[in-house]
């Protein structure tokens, strides 16, 4: 296997990760398979912002591992899961040992926007 690239994030690929101050609910086919108040929005050079979940506000049972994975020379290697109950194969990802310069999204996941509904809601303080 061919050595990989490791590249850092810079002003010519800039990333920030930012915590998301509403609370964020992922549902797919209608459910909710999660729900967090920990979300961070990850900004990689124009790439379209992607929002990472913690995997402890993820109902987990609701997704299955894929053998597909994919490589960011900025972030890692990405393992792939799907949502059976709604068709979806790859619909989600996680970079399980992230590169020292994303740490943060290291026990997250995130989803493809086309694949679930993505919602920030703000709470409401009775």
């Known amino acids: 296997m061919a050595e990989r690239i ?12 930012e915590r998301i101050p509403a609370r964020v609910v992922v549902r797919s086919a209608g459910q909710v398979i999660g729900s967090s108040q920990k979300a961070l929005r990850l900004r990689e050079a124009t790439y379209p912002a992607v929002v990472y979940i ?6 987990m049972t609701l997704l299955e591992r894929t053998e597909h994975k994919s490589y960011c020379p900025y972030k890692g290697e990405a393992s792939y899961f799907s949502i059976p109950l709604s068709g979806g194969t790859n619909a989600a ?12 999204i290291e026990g997250h996941i995130a989803f493809y926007a086309d694949r679930v509904e993505i919602d920030e809601v703000q709470d409401v303080e009775g």
């Open 93 to 104: 990802w996680s970079y399980e040992t992230p590169y020292p310069s994303v740490a943060e």
């Open 6 to 17: 490791v590249k850092i994030p810079g002003p010519d690929h800039p990333i920030s990760i």
């Open 54 to 59: 913690p995997r402890s506000d993820m109902d």
